[in-house]
């Protein structure tokens, strides 16, 4: 049996709306409405569209990357 996708994906108001298994997926849904978190899991919060250095919207996998590297980051 497959694993559930690690990316979840809530809007501002917090409610859950995807799970994605990569998470430029899941920073393109955060784009199209301009607002909410991915996060890693259903707690550790990775990314909040509007409160990031960038938008989603400029580039799917610069923001990817940022998720990945905090990820990483909280690994170690």
Do not use: N
Not at 7 to 12: G, M, N, P, Q, R
Not at 14 to 40: F, L
Not at 53 to 67: K, P
């Amino acid at each position: 049996m497959a694993a559930a996708p690690p990316f979840k994906v809530y809007t501002a108001a917090g409610e859950y709306v995807a799970a994605c298994k990569y998470a430029s997926d899941a920073v393109a849904i955060c784009a199209i409405s301009g607002s909410g978190t991915v996060r890693h899991g259903h707690k550790h919060i990775v990314w909040r569209e509007g409160s990031e250095e960038i938008s989603a919207s400029e580039s799917y996998d610069q923001a990817a990357d940022i998720i990945l590297s905090r990820i990483t980051g909280r690994a170690s």
